[in-house]
Nanobody, 122 residues
Framework: QAQLVESGGGLVQAGDSLILSCVSS???????MGWFRQAPGKEREFVSA????????YYSDSVKDRFAISRDNAKHTVYLAMNSLRPDDTAVYYC????????????????WGQGIQVTVSS
């Protein structure tokens, strides 16, 4: 069964760092991966995406220069290193996979994890 499982979330203070991980089933080998987030009362939004070979990497304007996406294909894992966290980074973070190429658009992804909570206190 194809699965995406996020981990690494939690409660941190503003300015802290956190690393999210997304472990995927081997059936996702070759897939581009993305991170999205949904804050309370808001729509889910794009955070970052990475192609299978890491050649293409994209970030939203709100996180670029603070977050870094990477992947270890041998471990079937994608990481999102989040630095200088702010209270407005508080959200449920979702990992997503697609075989249609890395994209900032949710409709470009066919597989989603269950999400993990990140809370940043001021």
């Amino acid at each position: 069964q194809a699965q995406l499982v996020e981990s690494g979330g939690g409660l941190v203070q503003a300015g802290d760092s956190l690393i999210l991980s997304c472990v995927s089933s081997p059936s996702f080998d070759g897939a581009a991966m993305g991170w999205f987030r949904q804050a309370p009362g808001k729509e889910r939004e794009f955070v970052s995406a990475i192609s299978w070979n890491s050649e293409y990497i994209y970030y939203s304007d709100s996180v670029k220069d603070r977050f870094a996406i990477s992947r270890d294909n041998a471990k079937h894992t994608v990481y999102l290193a989040m630095n200088s966290l702010r209270p407005d980074d508080t959200a449920v973070y979702y990992c997503a996979a697609t075989f249609r190429g890395a994209s900032e658009y949710q409709r470009g992804y066919d597989y989603w994890g269950q999400g993990i909570q990140v809370t940043v206190s001021s």
